[in-house]
Antibody, heavy 121, light 107 residues
Framework: EVQLVESGGDLVQPGGSLTLSCAAS????????MTWVRQAPGKGLEWVSV???????YYADSVKGRFTISRDNSKNTLYLEMNSLRVEDTAIYYC???????????????WGQGTLVTVSS | DIQMTQSPSSLSASLGDRVTITCRAS??????LAWYQQKPGEVPKVLIY???TLHPGVPSRFRGSGSGTDFTLTISSLQPEDFATYYC?????????FGQGTKVEIK
């Protein structure tokens, strides 16, 4: 069974840093597309970052240069390192994985429960 | 980057109504379009991908159509559990932009 468990969310001051973790089970993150999606309070979904199986990484313009996605295959865990945090980064951060068949590759098919990041002074 | 424009942003409908939500891409994306449903306090769930493929377990009253730049999510007969917010998303190559969302409320 695929499971994704995010952790690391916290209250942090503007300009601060935080690293989120997404612990995966039931599959090997090294062979799948993994993505981070966030949702500010009362707002819509915003795509944040993606790491493909080949290791390539991409970021939304709103976080480029401040956030870094990475993975540790030995721990089967995905990370999102967040620096220079801003008030507008306040959101629930979800990690997600793509589907099991070619037609669902690159779709946010399996989701974690999310972790809350609050940026405030 | 490709922008995804969803409409309407909200709608009110009655049980049994047919509901249609549209999503437009600023450039052609083939059929790399997914629809998600999110209820308050819950994690988003995928409903449809490849523009028209129903996720396993999703009721057949949900239907996705379109390709290229124009896409539609149709609920043929609205049920109580369908009141939620719906999002489209362009997937595949990055950025994997979401639409702004459509909140479906009870009339």
């Amino acid at each position: 069974e695929v499971q994704l468990v995010e952790s690391g969310g916290d209250l942090v001051q503007p300009g601060g840093s935080l690293t989120l973790s997404c612990a995966a089970s039931g599959f090997n993150i090294g062979v799948n597309y993994m993505t981070w999606v966030r949702q500010a309070p009362g707002k819509g979904l915003e795509w944040v970052s993606v790491m493909y199986a080949d290791g390539s990484r991409y970021y939304a313009d709103s976080v480029k240069g401040r956030f870094t996605i990475s993975r540790d295959n030995s721990k089967n865990t995905l990370y999102l390192e967040m620096n220079s945090l801003r008030v507008e980064d306040t959101a629930i951060y979800y990690c997600a994985r793509d589907g099991p068949s070619s037609i669902s590759y690159y779709v946010a098919y399996f989701w974690g429960q999310g972790t809350l990041v609050t940026v405030s002074s | 980057d490709i922008q995804m424009t969803q409409s309407p942003s909200s709608l009110s409908a009655s049980l049994g109504d047919r509901v249609t939500i549209t999503c437009r891409a600023s450039r052609g994306i083939g059929d790399s379009l997914a629809w998600y449903q999110q209820k308050p306090g819950e994690v988003p769930k995928v409903l449809i991908y490849a523009a028209s493929t129903l996720h396993p377990g999703v009721p057949s009253r949900f239907r996705g159509s379109g390709s290229g730049t124009d896409f539609t999510l149709t609920i043929s007969s609205l049920q109580p559990e369908d009141f939620a917010t719906y999002y489209c998303q362009k997937y595949g190559s990055a950025p994997q932009t979401f639409g702004q969302g459509t909140k479906v409320e009870i009339k």
